[in-house]
Structure formats: structure tokens, C-alpha cells
């Protein structure tokens, strides 16, 4: 009997607290991959969230509370999180993905819920065509892709190159799609077009072949871990020429694992400490960040610092938890001061912003050139 | 014909780890006919424990490398002695699935102790050497897991069929009651098999982690399907059988890339199409012999 009383006790107890809590604090979900392959992406994205709100805890009176769900790097699970956190956690909005393939189911089902959702790393157009709720603070592939071969094909002068694209990953096959066509455009040529799935270890037979033509370029738009093996067992093929890839390759892993394999590597990403594209802001986030961390800041923890305030701006215009009204809070951004760069978002709900050019050089990243959309 | 010779060495390179790990398999296999699927996760602990050898007990390669082994094949005869032995006499499904349920375990225990994130995993400089000959390069890494395969190929076979322990070994395969009823020490022998099987993963684990240098808690997923595959290929249960259907699998994988290379996104499904095509028509396996079931 005694058990009784204690458990329904409790149970009240419990009820009346959700409810308190459900007064005082404004939910924003955050669907990232804590597990699995891209559990780096995850942790630097989390970096982000975490720093932004410490500096900017609060929106229209209330306590922001950020409900993280993992989403195991797994497509299903993507899915599975976001509509965990509309249907059981209530979130306002929504904050994720580190991968375009993680975020395009995730985007869907919040599209549906009518939960607004910014995105702050996933770069296929597919996350946010077609759905009005969805919007981000990064360039897309078409923009990068374009900028990729032009840099390969002017700056660099290479006229030939090859692809190695995961073939599982819409990044990386959506990346490579636009790089090819601009390059053959620009007149360049693709002597060598081959594919492997995320996870996959040995690409033995693939850089051989690659190794035997005469690309002066490899262009590889897939994630830091897989690239890193690439790399490493390309230059141990005798394979010589420059390795080129996607905003994906700006991450720490990519230059431990790979070691001095990765030297010379060029990628496009959002940002970088030398670039000019840098606002006021971004010397508060870099002196925070390091202040926090101890360590750099790096791309991804700069466009998750960005998204949350994008987000926690357009919450604080709308002046509501409205669904409706912080959708068209975000729709019209304009001039976002933002550390990573000034953002504006177009019709699609897309960021138009420069893409920043780096290479690896003496194991770090270094910069190279800005791309103006 | 350079490109053909690369792929000939890459292939053997891939080839030669796969058999390692199968001939563990097959050997838990063909003693206990229990198809271990946490072999790809005793496969991982290998190469963890080494990295944490390096790493925070700051011990010299090679002596971590034997302490890895080591810890890794108590942590077989753990997993045997927990998850197995007591399922020992239920049907042959529950023991199966006991199996997967450790591999899904130790993957999980996996994420949570050692994390999620992916490791870089030190190569030493002599694994970092790579031979050249005219227009092919050969990794060092090759030419040892080569003639490791070979050296633990030799050592099995001796202790299967030249010792006491192996007489018990194929005693047991036969019938495990009659064994029993001729004194053989049944639970001593198969906890035997176990660290023998899972220090050959071990060794799997590290040499794949040298050859691939990253380290995560699923990376033994994918090898271990592939071990699988090698081993039912070459005839489950036989040791020579999963050593030639390791090199025949590594090989098949490389030279699909190597001449078809718009079928490279491919490639796993065509390793479970072999499977398939093996079980279809040749269940036995290239070397297997015709096992009477018993009534």
C-alpha cells in the first residue's frame, strides 16, 4: 500500500513538473550523429550549439532548452529523431544535421509536423526544395561544385581529373554531379569516374586504376574518414596529383589519420580565421571558442554557432513560438551578421554567402582564396 | 598488364587479411558448429586494445601488440564462457542468436567506452615502407599478413592434427558426449578453441588496422561479414578451405573494381552474390566435405 501512495506521489510529482518546465523553457530539438561514422561531425556541431547558447540562453523571456537526440549517422534514425522530437518532446524548431543524407528524411518529417528547421551544414539542395519550413545558413553543392572545378580548372590549371564519389552519401554524389558538369564546361576533362560506399576500407583497385591515367586532379566530395583512406592509400599507389574535395574534408580527423598523406589537399568550406569574410562577430566567437575549448575553432562549430542564432533571432522577430510566424521570421532574413559571414537567405531558403578555398600545409589548413557567389 | 600485376598484389593484400580472419571462424566452426558472429567484434577489440597499449600505457609496440592479443583471446573465452557454454546443450538457433546478441553488445559497449568517434591508429615506420618493384608498389603490410596467414595456417594445422589438445579438438567435433565419456576435458578444450580463434582475430584486427589506420567500434562489422563469406566459401569448418576462400574473395573484390570499375559502388553486393551462388549450388564449399547429418 505504502508503494502505492509513493508511486502515485511521484507520478504527480512527475506530471507537475513537466508542466512547470513546459511554462518556463522554450524546447529546440537538435537531431546530430553523436554514434557512428560521422560521430566527429556530431561533436564539432555540438561545439557550436553549446557556445552560442551559452552566450544567448534565453529568447522572449524564456530559458532555451536544447533536447539532443542522437541519430546514429543512420538515415532511419534521422528520421526516427526528428519525430521523436516533434511528437514526444514538442520542440519550437529544430536545429541539425552535420550530412545532407541524415538531413533530407529529417527535413521531411518537420516539414510535415509544419516544425521550422535550420540547417546549418548539409549542402544538397534536396534538404530544403520543397519544403517551407526548412531553411539554412550554408551554401549548396550546385554553388560549391561549381566553384570546386572552376578552381581546379583556372587556378590550377589541371585539365584532366578524376572522381571517386560514395556512392550511399547524397553529398557526395550530388557534389561530384555538379562538379562534373562545370568542369566539362570549362572544357576540362574526367578521365576516370569511380565510386565506393561509405565505411568501405580498401580503394586498392580504385586508385590503381585512377594511379594509371594521366588526371592531374582527384576530385573526392565524401567524408573525412573515408577520404583520409583514400588518401593515404592513393599516394602509397604512387598516385601524384592534387586531391580535391568538398566542405566535408575541413575536419581535424581528416589530417590525424591521414598524416602527411593529406598534405596539399584543397577543399571549399564556409570559413576560415585568415578569411576577409569575417564580421565583428567573429572575433567574439573565436575568443569564446577558444576560451571554451581550448583548441581552434573549426568550420562546422562556426555554422552550427551561426544556425542557432539565426534561429534564436528569427524566434526573438516572430515574437512567438508560432510555427507559421518564425518560418516567415527566417524567410526574410537579411544581412544576418553571423561569425562565419554575413547571411541572407534566398526564395529556396538557402544562405547566399562566399565559399572559402583551403589546402593542407604542413599538416594544417591553411587559406587560399574566396569564391563570391 | 602493370595495372593487372597492381591489382594481382592488391587483391592478395586484401585476400591475406580476410583469411586470417576466416580461418578463426572457421575453426569455432568446425569444432563447436557454431557460426560466431561476434568474431568481427573480437576482430575490433584486437586492434583497441593495441591502440590503448600505445596510447596510455605508453608500451613499446611489439609488446603491446602481444598484451592486445593476449587480452583479446580472454576476451573469447569470456564471451564463450558467458554466452555460449550455457547454451550448450539448448537447440543450435538460441546459441546462434546468443552469438549475434554478443556482436551487438560488443559493438555498443563498443560506442560507449571507446566512443563513437573514429581513432587514427599508429603505424609504425616499418609498416609505413612500401616496396617497389618497376611500375608496382607492395606494401610491407602485404607481405607480413602473408606470411602471418601462412605461419598460423602451419600452427593450426599442427595443433588440430599433430596434438593432444587438437585430437580432443576433432574428437569433440564429432560428438561432444563421447568425448566426454572418454575423459576429454570438454570445457577445457573449447575454451582453448576460443582464444586460439580469437587471438587470430586479433592478430586480423591489427594488421587490418595497420593496413586501414582507422580505428572505430563497427569496424569489424564489415570484415567479419566478409570472413564469413571467405569461410563458407573455402568449405566451413575447413582451416585450409577459409584460407583459400579469403585470397579467393580479396581477389574477386579487387579485380571486379580493377575491370569493371563502373561496378565499384558494388562491390559488397558482389561478395554476397559469391555467398548465395556458393550456397545455392555448392553448400559444401570449394573444399568441403560431404557431413553426414546425424539422426
Not at chain 1, 507520478?11 to 524546447?27: E, N, P, T, Y
Not at chain 2, 589506420?213 to 569448418?237: H, S, T, Y
Request: hydrophobic fraction near 50%; proline fraction near 4%.
Amino acid at each position: 500500500m505504502k508503494k502505492k501512495i509513493l508511486f502515485f506521489v511521484l507520478m504527480g510529482l512527475f506530471i507537475l513538473s513537466s508542466v512547470v518546465v513546459a511554462q518556463d523553457v522554450i524546447k529546440i530539438g537538435v537531431f546530430e550523429p553523436m554514434t557512428g561514422p560521422f560521430a566527429v561531425g556530431g561533436e564539432l556541431s555540438m561545439q557550436g550549439y553549446r557556445l552560442a547558447q551559452m552566450q544567448n540562453p534565453t529568447v522572449l523571456g524564456k530559458k532555451i532548452e536544447l533536447v539532443v537526440v542522437d541519430n546514429k549517422s543512420d538515415k532511419v534514425e534521422a528520421a526516427n529523431a526528428v519525430s521523436r522530437l516533434v511528437n514526444h518532446n514538442d520542440v519550437v524548431a529544430i536545429l541539425g544535421s552535420y550530412s545532407s543524407g541524415l538531413t533530407i528524411p529529417g527535413a521531411e518529417v518537420a516539414n510535415k509536423a509544419k516544425v521550422p528547421m535550420v540547417v546549418a551544414t548539409a549542402t544538397n539542395p534536396l534538404v530544403t526544395m520543397g519544403k517551407e519550413y526548412i531553411y539554412r545558413a550554408c551554401f549548396i553543392d550546385p554553388f560549391q561544385g561549381s566553384a570546386l572545378a572552376k578552381y581546379t580548372y583556372n587556378n590550377l590549371g589541371i585539365k584532366k581529373a578524376a572522381m571517386l564519389v560514395d556512392v550511399a552519401q547524397d553529398y557526395s554524389v550530388g557534389l561530384a554531379n555538379f562538379y562534373n558538369r562545370t568542369y566539362k564546361e570549362l572544357g576540362g576533362e574526367i578521365v576516370s569516374n569511380l565510386k565506393y560506399q561509405t565505411g568501405d576500407q580498401d580503394f586498392s583497385a580504385q586508385m590503381t586504376q585512377i594511379t594509371s591515367t594521366d588526371a592531374g586532379a582527384l576530385f573526392f566530395p565524401g567524408y573525412f574518414g573515408d577520404v583520409a583512406l583514400i588518401a593515404t592509400q592513393g599516394r602509397e599507389l604512387g598516385f601524384k596529383g592534387v586531391y580535391m574535395g568538398g566542405d566535408t574534408l575541413d575536419n581535424p580527423k581528416l589530417l590525424e589519420i591521414a598524416g602527411e598523406h593529406a598534405e596539399g589537399v584543397v577543399a571549399t568550406t564556409f570559413y576560415h580565421p585568415d578569411a576577409p569574410a569575417a564580421t565583428e562577430a567573429s572575433q567574439i566567437f573565436i575568443d569564446e571558442f577558444i576560451k571554451e575549448y581550448d583548441e581552434e575553432p573549426n568550420a562546422v562549430s562556426v555554422m552550427t554557432y551561426d544556425a542557432y542564432n539565426l534561429l534564436i533571432s528569427a524566434i526573438e522577430k516572430a515574437g512567438s513560438t508560432d510555427a507559421d510566424a518564425i518560418k516567415d521570421a527566417l524567410a526574410s532574413t537579411e544581412d544576418f551578421v553571423g561569425a562565419g559571414g554575413t547571411i541572407t537567405i534566398d526564395d529556396m531558403g538557402n544562405a547566399i554567402r562566399p565559399a572559402v578555398v583551403i589546402k593542407v600545409v604542413n599538416g594544417e589548413f591553411v587559406y587560399e582564396a574566396t569564391i563570391q557567389p | 598488364m602493370d595495372i593487372f600485376l597492381q591489382n594481382l598484389a592488391n587483391g592478395l593484400s586484401l585476400g591475406s587479411l580476410y583469411a586470417l580472419i576466416a580461418i578463426g571462424y572457421t575453426m569455432v566452426y568446425g569444432i563447436l558448429r557454431l557460426i560466431n558472429f561476434a568474431h568481427g567484434e573480437i576482430f575490433m577489440l584486437g586492434a583497441y586494445f593495441l591502440y590503448y597499449g600505445v596510447l596510455i600505457f605508453n608500451l613499446p609496440w611489439w609488446l603491446s601488440f602481444i598484451v592486445a592479443v593476449i587480452l583479446t583471446a580472454i576476451a573469447g573465452m569470456l564471451t564463450e564462457r558467458f554466452a555460449y557454454r550455457p547454451l550448450r546443450k539448448a537447440p543450435r538457433i538460441s546459441i546462434l542468436i546468443s552469438a549475434i546478441g554478443v556482436s551487438f553488445f560488443l559493438q555498443n559497449a563498443g560506442i560507449v567506452v571507446f566512443s563513437g568517434v573514429p581513432k587514427s591508429f599508429h603505424r609504425p615506420a616499418i609498416f609505413d615502407h612500401m616496396f617497389i618493384f618497376g611500375n608496382i608498389r607492395i606494401s610491407s603490410i602485404t607481405f607480413a599478413s602473408i606470411v602471418i596467414s601462412l605461419i598460423f595456417l602451419m600452427g593450426l594445422l599442427f595443433i588440430v592434427y599433430r596434438t593432444k589438445t587438437g585430437l580432443a579438438m576433432r574428437a569433440i567435433s564429432t560428438d561432444i558426449e563421447t568425448a566426454r565419456l572418454m575423459a576429454v576435458n570438454v570445457d577445457q578444450t573449447i575454451s582453448i578453441t576460443f582464444a586460439i580463434g580469437s587471438a587470430l582475430a586479433a592478430v586480423g584486427g591489427i594488421l587490418w588496422a595497420l593496413k586501414y589506420p582507422q580505428i572505430f567500434p563497427l569496424m569489424g562489422m564489415i570484415p567479419g561479414l566478409k570472413a564469413f563469406i571467405a569461410a563458407v566459401l573455402g568449405g566451413i569448418g575447413n582451416i585450409f578451405g577459409a584460407m583459400i576462400g579469403g585470397f579467393i574473395l580479396g581477389m574477386a573484390e579487387i579485380l571486379l573494381v580493377g575491370f569493371m570499375p563502373q561496378l565499384s559502388g558494388y562491390r559488397d553486393a558482389f561478395a554476397f552474390l559469391i555467398l548465395i551462388i556458393i550456397l545455392l549450388f555448392k553448400p559444401d564449399g570449394l573444399m568441403g566435405k560431404n557431413v553426414q547429418e546425424k539422426v
